[in-house]
């Protein structure tokens, strides 16, 4: 039976990735960041545990707990825990941003980096990392979250050289607008950190919000696709003999990969100011 470790299970893509590995028979470890959330997975079946990524003794006592469980092996890990932090970068503050890679970055290196020599010593794993379009190019008040994402595209491209020829295969998934509670947990992180009132932006950021609320109550943004999506992707990822580097979800992704390569810069620019 082939083993993996999910982070960001309480809901969307982490849950439904769980659920759809569990039922195609594999070991699932689904985590969570809040202890309520780990009861209720407990409750549906999994084999859970908590992981909070902002917290290092979090991250430890879960590597410890998944390879208790498994005689010190694991097959694969799924990093799909992130948040996005909304705003224009003038008014994301340093703690805003740092908040943002605590979570989306450093954690989940920390997580991978702890399993690694367990991969080496075994000589097989995947790790596949859920990244997003926009690892792929900017859009105007994300700013906090494209940097987050692109950071974990450039670490993971070098993990890709640097374990070249080891057993260990490395991917990312790219998903664009996926039908998850990914705003409604943004606008929380956006009223946390950001002043709106005082902001120059403040139009702009109202006219957000509406659109935020317009999409929760359409079942989506534009284009937006199930989480079941994702889950194809990642099985392609854990089962193909030569998985591939990049796996885009929507139609927003395929577009923005093509454009970015085909447009000169000004050109896309304009594009992406207006999406």
């Known amino acids: 039976m082939k083993t993996i470790l999910i982070t960001g299970c309480s809901s969307g893509i982490g849950q439904c990735v769980a659920h759809g590995l569990k039922k195609r028979g594999y070991r699932v470890f689904a985590t969570a960041r809040q202890h309520k959330d780990v009861g209720i997975l407990q409750q549906n079946g999994?084999?859970?545990?908590?992981?909070?990524?902002?917290?290092?003794?979090?991250?430890?006592?879960?590597?410890?707990?998944?390879?208790?469980?498994t005689g010190g092996t694991l097959y694969a890990l799924f990093n799909n825990g992130a948040y996005g932090q909304p705003g224009a970068v003038e008014d994301i503050s340093r703690a805003a941003l740092r908040a943002q890679f605590e979570t989306n970055l450093f954690g989940t290196h920390e997580l991978t980096c702890l399993?690694?020599?367990?991969?080496?010593?075994?000589?097989?794993?995947?790790?596949?990392?859920?990244?997003?379009?926009?690892?792929?190019?900017?859009?105007?008040y994300r700013g906090a979250y494209v940097a987050s994402k692109f950071a974990l595209e450039g670490l993971t491209d070098t993990l890709r050289l640097e374990w070249r020829n080891s057993g260990i295969h490395f991917s990312l998934i790219e998903p664009g607008p996926i039908q998850t509670a990914f705003r409604k947990n943004a606008t929380q992180a956006f009223h946390r950190y950001v002043e709106i009132q005082t902001s120059v932006h403040q139009k702009i950021y109202l006219a957000m919000e509406e659109a935020f609320r317009q999409q929760a109550q359409q079942g989506g943004a534009r284009f937006s696709m199930p989480p079941e999506a994702v889950l194809g992707k990642v099985i392609h990822a854990l089962e193909?003999?030569?998985?591939?580097?990049?796996?885009?979800?929507?139609?927003?992704?395929?577009?923005?990969?093509?454009?970015?390569?085909?447009?000169?810069?000004?050109?896309?620019?304009?594009?992406?100011?207006?999406?």
């Open 46 to 69: 999994f084999e859970s545990c908590q992981l909070d990524l902002d917290d290092s003794l979090s991250i430890h006592h879960a590597v410890d707990w998944v390879l208790a469980q």
């Open 115 to 140: 399993l690694l020599p367990v991969m080496r010593r075994q000589g097989y794993g995947r790790i596949i990392q859920n990244s997003s379009v926009l690892g792929l190019v900017a859009l105007p």
């Open 240 to 275: 193909s003999r030569h998985p591939r580097v990049h796996y885009g979800v929507t139609l927003p992704t395929h577009l923005f990969s093509v454009l970015r390569r085909i447009l000169p810069r000004g050109i896309l620019d304009i594009i992406l100011a207006r999406a």
